[in-house]
């Protein structure tokens, strides 16, 4: 992935090390939720007004490529942290994935006629607040539909490495890029629809209806990971590599990995199988109108 010609975002706080670093991460990423609205529809009826790579600046066919020009790189990303403990490289790479996530969701809703307003990424270590209540490496990375961040601590990405088996520059964006289709659901009023279904039905159909949601997350990491494509930004390798991270998360590979049996009632998150291949429709199609995991019989 040529990260380092994704423009750079200014969203990212980092809060360093609080100390208490080195727990394990026992699950596939996560939202926390907070109160919301209505029935779970579909984003069926969205038009496209516009191609989002025109608004890229890139235009398709013979427009010629136009990749953002590199910047040059002033240090910092908010506050000083008490330890700095998130390797520089690490920081670099996640604040231009989400640079790169700015920039073709704010072209993909200006296509919608509407306007894209971009989460706050804390990168921590150890454990930090948000307004979902605390964040700790054993929660994993996730997205607080609160006060609109996305929480991340990169030991994660060691575990994606070393545990999950899904190593590489994309592998970790496509967690960037997942817990930002959170907020993506967030903006497009998905997730209140869905926090509000879930309180209506039982724990099974809470953890279906959660699945859905996930999936749509992946779908949206797709779309987002299909205009990098586009502007050959994406090395060989790199969707193989996204593909095997989707499935490495995966509900069957963690239950089998830390269980030793799978339970598909229990799923969260969706299977190995569900989660490639949704995370493909949105990589193969850059159209957000093909994730909806919601109206498909079985997702
Ligand atoms: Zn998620």
């Not at 949206?220 to 095997?244: C, M, S, T």
Request: hydrophobic content about 35%.
């Amino acid at each position: 992935m040529r990260w380092g010609d994704f423009r750079r975002s200014d969203n990212v706080e980092d809060r360093g090390d609080d100390g208490s670093s080195g727990g394990g991460f026992p699950g596939g990423g996560g939202i926390k939720l907070t109160g919301g609205a209505i029935v779970i529809v579909v984003i069926a009826s969205l038009l496209f007004g516009a191609d989002p790579l025109q608004m890229l600046g890139m235009l398709t066919g013979d427009g010629g490529q136009a990749p953002a020009p590199p910047q040059s790189a002033p240090p910092g990303y908010g506050p000083a942290p008490a330890r700095p403990a998130v390797r520089d490289e690490t920081k670099e790479m996640v604040a231009r994935v989400l640079g790169d996530t700015e920039d073709v969701w704010g072209a993909v809703f200006k296509g919608l006629g509407s306007r894209y307003d971009p989460p706050k990424l804390i990168l921590f270590r150890g454990a930090t607040q948000s307004a979902c209540g605390r964040a700790s490496a054993a929660v994993g990375p996730f997205y607080c539909s609160a006060d609109r961040e996305v929480y991340l601590d990169t030991a994660f990405f060691n575990d994606l490495t070393k545990r999950f088996g899904a190593p590489g520059d994309f592998a970790q964006a496509y967690v960037v890029a997942h817990e930002v289709g959170h907020h993506v659901q967030n903006l497009m009023g998905i997730m209140g629809q869905y926090d509000k279904a879930a309180q209506r039905t039982d724990a099974r159909g809470r953890n279906a209806l959660s699945v859905r949601l996930e999936l749509q997350a992946d779908c949206f990491a797709g779309v987002w990971g299909h205009y990098a494509q586009r502007r050959n930004l994406l090395e060989p390798g790199d969707v193989e590599e996204g593909l095997r991270a989707a499935a490495a998360v995966g509900d069957d590979r963690i239950q089998q990995a830390t269980q030793g049996r799978v339970a598909p009632e229990s799923f969260t998150h969706g299977s190995a199988q569900q989660r490639t291949h949704w995370f493909r429709v949105g990589l193969d199609s850059g159209d957000v109108r093909n994730c909806d995991t919601f109206a498909a019989r079985t997702p």
